[in-house]
């Protein structure tokens, strides 16, 4: 039982510090994939941002070529976007580009916008899509020359290769607690400002893509703060409020746990299947011995001997009077007794039925003899399954000698033991 006990233990060990490579090669592997999928994480935002802003910016094309209809005051619809006048005024109707605009960043950030909105300079009238009340509490008494100075975007119109547009950072809309993150893009002529062109983007889009991107690569990247491997960029046009991406340590062991678990398992399973293979062509599965086929090309290319030829007495009448399922557990016996009686180092072959070669190395004449004795009693001692079992042994030691002739001699002494009687060894 104590030894039981010990085997499982040492099993489990084995088993646990196997777990525990697999498991830490492929956490860091699978660390390392992420952080090398940050990178395209972040390209990917930058991309998509900036096609939203060359979106934005073709709308003022638009603008600029739409002409004017004579409104009063009052709130107007067209194509499903709403127009504010306050004051009777010569108004741009601008619902077909809104639409547009709506159709193609929707595209792009996954129907994560919020609302857009146009805001004339003189305050005269507006756009909305769609009209909030939300949103206009925000914007009913704002003057869009504020937020252009206020979001840095005057004079944008000499660098329109560059940032004339403007991301915010992160803020709750009152009215909804929507986290939204707009984008200003002011629409300039002649030096003037005309209007500022409003988009909100629901700051959901950003974890939409990371969520995608993270089901698309197999990754585990987050924007959470407690990450043992984080980076921070800032997206373009913007100055505050930078994407934060990393790896979460929590989320990395449970990623990876399972897989290294089925790893492991199916390293064992496949070690163990090699090792029964091999086992099969190296070993007889009766006895446990060596086979013959595999063992018999070393013996061949081996000089010095202290070799045993061991035959059961009468196995045949085993066979014929108990049956060959009796006659192969008596082998099994034999086998286990003379196993008991031998080193590890020694070698046993099962050589043919109920016959078996044992090479002994670093023994003399005499060695081998006491050796031969011992093993014979071992069998004759006792009976096996309530049949009086013996066996005769033929042995020799010499040196300098090819095996066919070595075994010739150690096969006559094994005759000579049976010719003189049987349950006996003769080594010459």
């Known amino acids: 039982m104590i030894i039981t006990v010990n085997g499982f233990f040492k099993k489990t060990l084995i088993h646990l510090k196997l777990f525990t490579l697999f498991f830490i090669t492929c956490s860091s592997a699978y660390f390392v994939y992420n952080i090398y999928n940050i990178e395209k994480l972040q390209n990917m935002y930058i991309t998509t941002l900036n096609n939203v802003y060359s979106v934005a910016r073709r709308f003022g094309s638009f603008y600029n070529n739409t002409g004017t209809v004579a409104l009063n005051k009052g709130t107007y619809i067209f194509n499903g976007v709403s127009v504010i006048v306050n004051t009777p005024t010569n108004a741009k109707i601008l619902s077909t580009g809104i639409n547009n605009l709506r159709s193609n960043i929707n595209k792009l950030t996954n129907n994560n916008i919020w609302t857009i909105a146009v805001f004339e300079t003189a305050s005269d009238y507006s756009h909305f899509d769609p009209l909030r009340p939300a949103y206009l509490k925000g914007y009913d008494k704002i003057v869009i020359n504020t937020i252009v100075k206020n979001e840095d975007l005057m004079d944008t119109y000499r660098s329109f290769y560059g940032c004339n547009i403007k991301l915010t950072d992160i803020y709750k809309e009152p009215g909804t607690d929507q986290i939204i993150r707009t984008i200003y893009y002011p629409i300039y002529n002649n030096k003037q400002l005309d209007s500022l062109l409003a988009i909100d983007i629901n700051n959901v889009a950003f974890e939409n893509i990371l969520a995608k991107f993270n089901k698309n690569k197999m990754t585990i990247?987050?924007?959470?703060?407690?990450?043992?491997?984080?980076?921070?960029?800032?997206?373009?046009?913007?100055?505050?409020?930078?994407?934060?991406?990393?790896?979460?340590?929590?989320?990395?062991?449970?990623?990876?746990?399972?897989?290294?678990?089925?790893?492991?398992?199916?390293?064992?399973?496949?070690?163990q299947l090699i090792a029964n293979k091999n086992f099969i062509l190296r070993y007889d599965q009766m006895?446990?011995?060596?086979?013959?086929?595999?063992?018999?090309?070393?013996?061949?290319?081996?000089?010095?001997?202290?070799?045993?030829?061991?035959?059961?007495?009468?196995?045949?009448?085993?066979?014929?009077?108990?049956?060959?399922?009796?006659?192969?557990?008596?082998?099994?016996?034999?086998?286990?007794?003379?196993n008991n009686c031998i080193r590890k180092?020694?070698?046993?072959?099962?050589?043919?039925?109920?016959?078996?070669?044992?090479?002994?190395?670093?023994?003399?004449?005499?060695?081998?003899?006491?050796?031969?004795?011992?093993?014979?009693?071992?069998?004759?001692?006792?009976?096996?399954?309530?049949?009086?079992?013996?066996?005769?042994?033929?042995?020799?030691?010499?040196?300098?000698?090819?095996?066919?002739?070595?075994?010739?001699?150690?096969?006559?002494?094994?005759?000579?033991?049976?010719?003189?009687?049987?349950?006996?060894?003769?080594?010459?």
């Not at 987050?222 to 340590?249: A, K, R």
């Not at 595999?294 to 030829?309: A, H, R, V």
């Not at 000698?401 to 049976?418: I, P």
Request: with cysteine.
């Open 221 to 271: 990247i987050s924007m959470d703060n407690n990450n043992i491997y984080h980076t921070s960029e800032l997206l373009p046009c913007s100055t505050i409020d930078p994407i934060n991406l990393g790896i979460n340590f929590y989320t990395l062991l449970k990623s990876t746990f399972l897989p290294s678990l089925l790893l492991m398992f199916l390293y064992h399973s496949l070690t």
């Open 287 to 338: 006895t446990h011995f060596y086979r013959r086929d595999y063992y018999e090309s070393k013996l061949i290319n081996q000089q010095n001997f202290n070799l045993l030829i061991i035959d059961i007495d009468h196995f045949k009448n085993v066979n014929d009077t108990y049956g060959h399922e009796v006659g192969d557990d008596v082998i099994r016996a034999v086998t286990k007794r003379i």
């Open 345 to 428: 180092k020694d070698i046993a072959i099962r050589w043919g039925g109920e016959e078996f070669i044992l090479s002994f190395p670093d023994m003399n004449k005499e060695q081998l003899t006491i050796k031969a004795k011992n093993i014979c009693d071992s069998i004759s001692r006792c009976p096996i399954l309530d049949i009086n079992i013996t066996i005769s042994i033929g042995g020799i030691s010499t040196t300098n000698m090819h095996f066919n002739d070595a075994y010739k001699v150690a096969d006559q002494a094994l005759y000579h033991s049976k010719n003189n009687g049987r349950n006996q060894a003769t080594i010459v």
